[in-house]
């Protein structure tokens, strides 16, 4: 690679020495560039053959690569660093080369032009024409540009003719326009001259005021068209535009765009979009928040706050019969219909889960201090069901220890999967972190990771939540909790079975109850 990356910038450095030959030739006398053409021949055949012997590397380079992506070592850095090399080579060489075929035509248009000039110097040549010239460029009568082209003797002859005619003609010209001077200069003509003169300072005087009014006219006409109708324009809402369209707060605005999956938008052109305003905005698109717009979790949002309101109201009444009541009937939403909208197929959850996983994982680690109790162990129970599915399916492919924490790497499914999981460690927090956006991520990652992690259980025949199996009876661990979910409400002997079922759910190293067979399916089986 190193050798054919010199041999490329050898190319460069020729072609650059070719393009500087090309101008010298051009503005030279045959008898001057002829050690100039030898020089530029002998360098067009060293490109020539440089780029043969860098076109023939890099073919050998590619089968080298196709031929180990076929091998034992698909996967390893070395083969990346060669496809990497590969591709910086061949986009190099092809600049390269795209960069001098833009030159030869700049070159040839130069040529062509400077051929028409000498030849309208030198006296009309109605049997010359552009098909004429490009034969000529190609081939190679470099002295056709030059000055050393040869002329009949009888053109040359009348090169002087026709410098003595035009001298003539200015001489009538001259003369010409000193009778007009005498004619002015008269009294009756002098009179329509100052007229003249007049009028054309009136007319003057009358084109400025003409012209501001047509701009006067044109602004108006912009104004009639109002900006903003068309374009650019009509394709974005400002998030305080889309915040007034959704009648929503800036924190709900945000809760709602997670859970949606929509982001902010970069326009192309922003000045055209923000009308000429230079004042920076964050822009989305308006299909997007149009279909916010018809989103159920919105009216969701609203009985929500209807319902604070209400319940301020009671406690202020100190009306305990009114409390009760509107606890009860709190309106409650869920993620599932989202999670279906924005993940079609399993794969496709799948391909989004590295950031779940991290996410989960991180939040299974931290304090209760910002963050609740119960989230915190939900996360913690959704990552060990997660684990244990992947010691149970023999998924975990890569493991490595850094200071940032545990990274994982497993393939599921043909989709390979990397999170990382925190050192159990107490965590220090930023002040400058916003948990409220964090709380919104992970409340739709929870209800991600728990399709993911039900779709995975029954893939292997295992019961969701999981139970563990062998520990206790085979009645009894039908009857299991899910993992950390409640396990206070099974009946253990003593304090110390309890304690030593929950080591056996976070060590990872007990086997889990499968699905038993209907006698149908052992019947087929």
Known sequence: AFELNRKVDEIKLKLNEVHELQDTIVTKSSNQNRALKERHAMLLAEINQLSQTVQKGLKRFQDDIKRDELGPERNSAELRIKKSHYFALSYKLNNIMSVYSQQEEQHKEKCKDMIKRQLQIFGPKPDVSDEKIEEMLESNEMSIFTDDIIFDASQKKQVPTEIRKLEQNLKELHDMFHDFMLLILNEPQGDLADNIEHNVDNTAAYVEPGTQAIVAAARMRQSENRRGESGLATTYYSRSQAMRKLQISMPEFRRL???KGIYPQEPRHRRKVSKGSSVYKTYYYRKDIAWLAHEPLLQKGRDFKIFVKKLKRAFNDDDKVKIASLKEHRPLYTLDRMVKE???TFVDALRDIDDVLTM?????????LKIKA??????????LEFMHYVIASKSLRKVFISIKGIYYQAEIQGQTITWLTPHQFPQRIPREVDFRIMNTFVEFYTTLLTFVNFRLFHSLNLRYPPQLGGYFSTELSLQLPSLLVNPNEVEYENDGDKGEYRELLESLSHSLVKIPETPTESAQS
């Open 257 to 259: 765009c997670i859970f």
């Open 342 to 344: 924005r993940y079609p």
């Open 374 to 383: 119960s989230v915190s162990q939900l996360c913690k129970r959704l990552l």
């Open 360 to 368: 989960v994982s991180l939040y299974s680690t931290l304090s209760s």
